[in-house]
């Protein structure tokens, strides 16, 4: 059936651009550097898309994919993933085991959501170190785009709507 309407099927999501993606995942190797760890880093857009990616000379390989996924977890949901398990803390069982379980999702520290004046734009994922390290050097990133992780644009600063689903 035609449309009638003059709506717009579309909407505009604002997304992390590439010189942005670069300049965290640079700042993140140079902590990394300065802790003495060799990881990967990975930032992705607010679709989950990879938008910049370092792997340092020794960083595991395994840890790849796994700074990839927590990337794209921290992007999709809006919550670092060192904050899940408290997260689902008061979830029913079947989420707790389930969520778990999905592809691509983390539950442990070193993703961090990419928000810019209330907006998720993007994640990082670093993979490699302890999870305090990880969690430090994707930090460092944030820094390097003027954003502090602490700071208004913190995922649970993010309007109601843009926060993780709760049971």
Known sequence: MPRTSAATLSVAQPVIDAPAALRAVEAAVRHATALGVRVNVAVVDAAGVPAAFVRMT?????????ANDKAYTAASFGLPTGAWHAALASHSEAVRQGLVLRPRFVAFGGGLPIVEGGARIGGIGVSGGSEAQDEAIAQAGLRALGLVPDGPDRADALPVSERPLRS
């Open 58 to 66: 020794g960083a595991p390989l395994h840890s790849v994919d796994i």
